[in-house]
C-alpha cells in the first residue's frame, strides 16, 4: 500500500522542505503540491527535491490552459532532472470559472484540448519532436528538448468517462480529489482500467487524495471540512463525484475520526482499486500531528 501527503505549501519553502524530509523519513511513498494560488508547484518540487532524497514529488494538478504544452515538457523535464527522475506529473483541465474568469481562455471543447494537448506533450516528454496543428493549439519544435531526463509519469485529473479514457488509453493514470471509495470502486477504477487494457498499456495508477483528521471529535472535524472545503461542492466536476458518492458535501467524504477510523477509512480507498493514497490532513496543530502518526505508522506497516 502506497500512502502520501498533500504538502501544506501555505508557509515558506524551507517548511515545505522539512514537511517532505519527514514523510521521506516515515516512510511515505510521495508528498504531492497543489497548483491553485500559491507557489509554483513544478519550481517547488525542483528546489524540494534537491534537498530531499528517496520519495517521488508529484503535482496535484497543473492545470493545462495557463502552459503551452512545449512550455509544462520543458519545465516537467527540468524538474525531473533536478529532483533524480522523481517527478509525477499530474495535469489537469481546471474549472471554467479558473480558465475563463481569471485567464481569460475558452473553456469550451475541454476533451478535445486535452487530447490535443496530450498530442504535444507526451512526444516531448518521450524525447521527440512535435509538429501538430489541432483544433483548440498547435505546437511545433525544431527537434527534442534538450534537456537530459527520463519521461514522467503523466497523471490526468480525471472525473468524467471521456476523460476517464484518455487517462487509461494515453496517459499513465488518474489522480483524483474529492471523490469517495464507492464512486472510485463503481466508477473511475472500472472505466480507466478498462480504457487502458483495451489500448494494450499497463495497468493504471489510481491516486485518490482526501482530506484526513485523526481527532477525538469527528462531528467538529466534518464541521470544519464542511468550511475549509466549500468550494469543491460547488465546482462542477467535483460535485457531480460527490452526487454520485451520495454525499451532501466534502465533509461526507473527509476522512475523520479515532486512528482506527482513518485506518478503515483509508483502507477503504484501497479495497475501491486505489492504486495509491494521498491524505491531506487539516484540523488543529495537534489534529494533524495524530494525522502524521498515524500516516507513518500505516506507511511502516
Do not use: N
Given at each position: 500500500?502506497?500512502?502520501?501527503?498533500m504538502?501544506?505549501?501555505?508557509?515558506?519553502?524551507?517548511e515545505?522542505?522539512?514537511e517532505?524530509?519527514?514523510?521521506?523519513?516515515?516512510g511515505?511513498s510521495?508528498?504531492?503540491?497543489?497548483?491553485?494560488?500559491?507557489?509554483d508547484a513544478l519550481?517547488?518540487?525542483?528546489v524540494?527535491g534537491?534537498?530531499?532524497d528517496?520519495?517521488?514529488?508529484?503535482?496535484?494538478?497543473?492545470?493545462?490552459?495557463?502552459?503551452?504544452?512545449?512550455?509544462?515538457?520543458?519545465?516537467?523535464?527540468?524538474?525531473?532532472?533536478?529532483?533524480?527522475g522523481?517527478l509525477a506529473?499530474?495535469?489537469?483541465?481546471s474549472h471554467?470559472?479558473?480558465?475563463?474568469?481569471?485567464f481569460?481562455?475558452?473553456f469550451?471543447?475541454?476533451?478535445?484540448?486535452?487530447?490535443?494537448?496530450?498530442?504535444v506533450l507526451?512526444?516531448?516528454?518521450?524525447?521527440?519532436?512535435?509538429?501538430?496543428?489541432?483544433?483548440?493549439l498547435?505546437?511545433?519544435t525544431m527537434g527534442?528538448?534538450?534537456?537530459?531526463?527520463?519521461?514522467?509519469?503523466?497523471?490526468?485529473?480525471a472525473l468524467?468517462?471521456?476523460?476517464?479514457?484518455?487517462?487509461?488509453s494515453?496517459?499513465?493514470?488518474?489522480?483524483?480529489?474529492?471523490?469517495?471509495?464507492?464512486?472510485?470502486g463503481e466508477?473511475?477504477?472500472?472505466s480507466?482500467?478498462?480504457?487502458?487494457?483495451?489500448?494494450?498499456?499497463?495497468?493504471?495508477?489510481?491516486?485518490?487524495?482526501?482530506?484526513?483528521?485523526?481527532?477525538?471529535?469527528?462531528?467538529?472535524?466534518?464541521?470544519?471540512?464542511?468550511?475549509?472545503?466549500?468550494i469543491?461542492?460547488?465546482?462542477?466536476s467535483?460535485?457531480?463525484m460527490?452526487?454520485r458518492?451520495?454525499?451532501?458535501g466534502?465533509?461526507?467524504?473527509?476522512?475523520?475520526?479515532?486512528?482506527?477510523?482513518?485506518?478503515?477509512?483509508?483502507?477503504?480507498?484501497?479495497?475501491?482499486g486505489?492504486?495509491e493514497?494521498?491524505?491531506?490532513?487539516?484540523?488543529?496543530?495537534?489534529?494533524?500531528?495524530?494525522t502524521?502518526?498515524?500516516?507513518?505508522?500505516?506507511?511502516?506497516?
Amino acid at each position: 500500500m502506497r500512502y502520501g501527503v498533500m504538502l501544506d505549501t501555505s508557509g515558506s519553502i524551507d517548511e515545505v522542505i522539512k514537511e517532505t524530509r519527514w514523510a521521506a523519513q516515515g516512510g511515505l511513498s510521495s508528498v504531492w503540491s497543489p497548483q491553485i494560488f500559491g507557489y509554483d508547484a513544478l519550481t517547488l518540487l525542483a528546489v524540494v527535491g534537491r534537498e530531499v532524497d528517496g520519495i517521488e514529488l508529484g503535482t496535484a494538478v497543473v492545470p493545462t490552459y495557463p502552459r503551452h504544452p512545449i512550455v509544462l515538457a520543458g519545465q516537467a523535464l527540468t524538474t525531473q532532472a533536478a529532483s533524480g527522475g522523481r517527478l509525477a506529473l499530474g495535469i489537469g483541465l481546471s474549472h471554467r470559472i479558473v480558465i475563463e474568469s481569471m485567464f481569460g481562455h475558452s473553456f469550451d471543447k475541454p476533451a478535445r484540448h486535452m487530447r490535443e494537448y496530450l498530442s504535444v506533450l507526451l512526444p516531448l516528454l518521450q524525447g521527440q519532436a512535435v509538429s501538430f496543428q489541432g483544433e483548440t493549439l498547435k505546437g511545433t519544435t525544431m527537434g527534442p528538448l534538450d534537456v537530459k531526463a527520463k519521461p514522467p509519469p503523466v497523471l490526468l485529473a480525471a472525473l468524467a468517462p471521456v476523460m476517464l479514457r484518455l487517462a487509461g488509453s494515453v496517459a499513465d493514470g488518474t489522480v483524483t480529489w474529492m471523490t469517495g471509495p464507492s464512486t472510485i470502486g463503481e466508477h473511475i477504477v472500472p472505466s480507466i482500467a478498462r480504457a487502458a487494457k483495451e489500448a494494450g498499456r499497463p495497468e493504471p495508477r489510481v491516486v485518490a487524495g482526501l482530506p484526513v483528521c485523526v481527532t477525538a471529535d469527528a462531528d467538529a472535524a466534518r464541521e470544519r471540512a464542511a468550511t475549509t472545503f466549500a468550494i469543491y461542492g460547488q465546482l462542477p466536476s467535483y460535485r457531480a463525484m460527490l452526487d454520485r458518492e451520495g454525499a451532501e458535501g466534502p465533509a461526507d467524504v473527509a476522512i475523520v475520526g479515532d486512528q482506527d477510523a482513518v485506518a478503515s477509512g483509508l483502507t477503504a480507498l484501497f479495497d475501491a482499486g486505489a492504486t495509491e493514497v494521498v491524505a491531506a490532513p487539516y484540523g488543529s496543530d495537534e489534529e494533524r500531528k495524530r494525522t502524521a502518526d498515524l500516516l507513518t505508522s500505516l506507511a511502516g506497516r
